[in-house]
T-cell receptor, first 116, second 117 residues
Framework: AQKITQTQPGMFVQEKEAVTLDCTYDTSDPSYGLFWYKQPSSGEMIFLIYQGSYDQQNATEGRYSLNFQKARKSANLVISASQLGDSAMYFCAMREGVGGYNKLIFGAGTRLAVHP | AAGVIQSPRHLIKEKRETATLKCYPIPRHDTVYWYQQGPGQDPQFLISFYEKMQSDKGSIPDRFSAQQFSDYHSELNMSSLELGDSALYFC????????????????FGSGTQLSVL
């Protein structure tokens, strides 16, 4: 079974608008971490934001916030005030605390295009 | 701040040749991971090391081997290269924690683009 599911292969957004990238996950481990990475066309993998399964509040990092809904097993990334430089591939990833703690598992990614 | 350093940045090899990719983790990070990302694919986990010992193994072919050295840098050795090995190879590092490791953040290098001709 897929551990991380990103159902949006591609998304478009107008500059200065907000956009939500979807991510659902599957785990039976009570302890896990959820991560979002950005991969621009240059190829590097840039860490954006992290949410722990026991965190009470949704994570925020500047213009990035994570809409964490534990019961629904979703961890959507919200980018506010989109900029042209946000155009990139975005990967959701999960690390399990017990069973799979030695690795990060990635979703298929969502390609975001920001239009002027 | 120092980041994960990977070398070389680009590598071109012929079929059946060997290749060695190097990774220098962020200072004080004791855990290293290797990932392979094919064109248009998500990164696939290959292997990880914690304190110089292999900690987990993913979909790494038998033709590949890796190790972590005493200074925590790691090398991925690839032999009998095939066309399908052409990919972006990422190394990542993290600081291992004694207890729950779910919240360890992985920081990635810029990757090595391997092209097998």
């Amino acid at each position: 079974a897929q551990k991380i599911t990103q159902t949006q292969p591609g998304m478009f957004v107008q500059e200065k608008e907000a956009v939500t990238l979807d991510c659902t996950y599957d785990t039976s481990d009570p302890s896990y971490g959820l991560f979002w990475y950005k991969q621009p066309s240059s190829g590097e993998m840039i860490f954006l934001i992290y949410q722990g399964s026991y965190d009470q509040q949704n994570a925020t990092e500047g213009r990035y916030s994570l809409n964490f809904q534990k019961a629904r097993k979703s961890a959507n990334l919200v980018i506010s005030a989109s900029q042209l430089g946000d155009s990139a591939m975005y990967f959701c990833a999960m690390r399990e605390g017990v069973g799979g703690y030695n690795k990060l598992i990635f979703g298929a990614g969502t390609r975001l295009a920001v239009h002027p | 701040a120092a980041g994960v350093i990977q070398s070389p940045r680009h590598l071109i090899k012929e079929k059946r040749e060997t290749a060695t990719l190097k990774c220098y983790p962020i200072p004080r990070h004791d855990t290293v991971y290797w990932y392979q990302q094919g064109p248009g694919q998500d990164p696939q986990f290959l292997i990880s090391f914690y304190e110089k010992m292999q900690s987990d193994k993913g979909s790494i072919p038998d033709r590949f081997s890796a190790q972590q050295f005493s200074d925590y840098h790691s090398e991925l050795n690839m032999s009998s290269l095939e066309l399908g090995d052409s990919a972006l190879y990422f190394c990542a590092s993290s600081l291992g924690q004694l207890r729950d490791r779910a919240n360890e953040k992985l920081f990635f290098g810029s990757g090595t683009q391997l092209s097998v001709l």
